[in-house]
């Protein structure tokens, strides 16, 4: 059994999802470290193995040796560090919430720390940076980072400031968009429509996050662009199926009706196996019947190479 498999294996475990509670005699117990860290789910995968221990009180593995000791206790180690670094994630949006609605903005989290909020435990969710959707349409935004802020590494749908030097941030203008031009201009009018709903969605700790219906959306396109570029991580793929879990049949048949407008039922079909097959998710949560194959869709794949060109020559020549 290759390492991913067995981070899987720990992962699924860790979600109550796992039957078979054995693991081979042979694991790069290393290698499995490192993926999880590089797969951001130090901590989950962590309590899977803590969770296959409870289960089998008698149960030798060479991660046990004296030759993993230190690895095995900065790994398990990890959940202390997490704890800290999830309440200054928390404080960090609550104070750029505050700046820009001094300036008369309002603002949505992405991803971040309201994913980690669908969680039974928040602090287990690896910290990354942090993404703020800023209402006022790009030209309006992005005059004022500039006036106030460093800016660097403007794209289309986002800019990072420097704000501070513990966390990077992602001013958004736009949550996220599409190469198909057709498409996207669907996905745009979603997000238009649903804006009030999101801003307007605050939390006890200062700061509003998507609701349930935006994030069904949002976080599938996010995953998209990541999922065909290779670099998805399973902490992304957790993050939905947690997501998944607090939806209604309803909910969930008008995301997948959406989703089909947009020409991304393949991907979507992709996306449910990946959730069943790697984490557990049950058939009840799904949004499609999941299928193994992923095609990136003709409508996307037409319009990504000349828009990549096009991107090239802007920021070569601007």
């Known amino acids: 059994m290759q ?17 078979d509670l054995s693991l081979p005699d042979s694991i790069d117990w ?4 490192k993926l999880s860290y590089s797969q951001a789910v130090p901590v989950q995968t962590c309590e899977g193995l803590e969770s296959l221990y409870e289960k089998n009180p ?47 903005f309002r603002t949505c989290l992405l991803k971040g720390q309201g994913c980690a909020l669908m969680y039974p435990n928040p602090s287990v969710r690896n910290c990354g ?28 749908h986002h800019a990072e400031v420097d704000f501070f030097k513990d966390v990077a941030v992602e001013i958004h203008y736009i949550p996220a968009w599409l190469y198909n031009p057709i498409k996207d201009a669907k996905l745009q009018r979603f997000f238009n429509e649903e804006t ?11 700061f509003a996050v998507p609701t349930i219906k935006f994030n069904l959306v ?19 793929l957790t993050d939905y199926y947690y997501l998944l879990k607090q939806t209604t049949d309803e909910e969930r048949q008008n995301a997948y009706l959406f989703f089909k407008e947009l020409g991304l039922e ?43 060109i096009a991107h090239w020559v802007w920021r070569k020549w601007r």
């Open 3 to 19: 390492s991913i498999e067995i981070l899987y294996k720990l992962q699924r475990i860790a979600l109550g999802n796992e039957t």
């Open 30 to 33: 290393e290698e499995v470290i």
């Open 58 to 104: 008698d149960m030798s593995i060479e991660l046990d040796s004296p030759k993993y000791e230190d690895l095995r206790f900065e790994w398990c180690g990890q959940k202390l560090v997490l704890e800290e670094l999830n309440k200054q994630h928390d404080k960090r949006v609550a104070q750029l919430t505050k700046i820009f609605a001094e300036h008369g």
């Open 129 to 156: 940076d942090i993404d703020l959707w800023v209402e006022g349409g790009r030209n309006k935004v992005l005059a004022l980072l500039k006036d106030n802020w460093n800016v660097h590494h403007i794209v289309n």
């Open 196 to 206: 009030d709903a999101q801003f307007s969605n605050m939390t006890e700790k200062g």
């Open 218 to 236: 949002y976080l599938a396109v996010h995953l998209y662009k990541h999922i065909y570029e290779g670099n998805v991580t399973l902490k992304q």
């Open 266 to 308: 393949k991907y979507i079909a992709f996306l449910m196996y990946r959730l069943k097959n790697d984490l557990g998710l049950a058939d009840e949560f799904l949004l499609c019947q999941p299928h193994k194959y992923h095609y990136r869709p003709l409508s996307e794949m037409v319009w990504l190479y000349p828009w990549k």
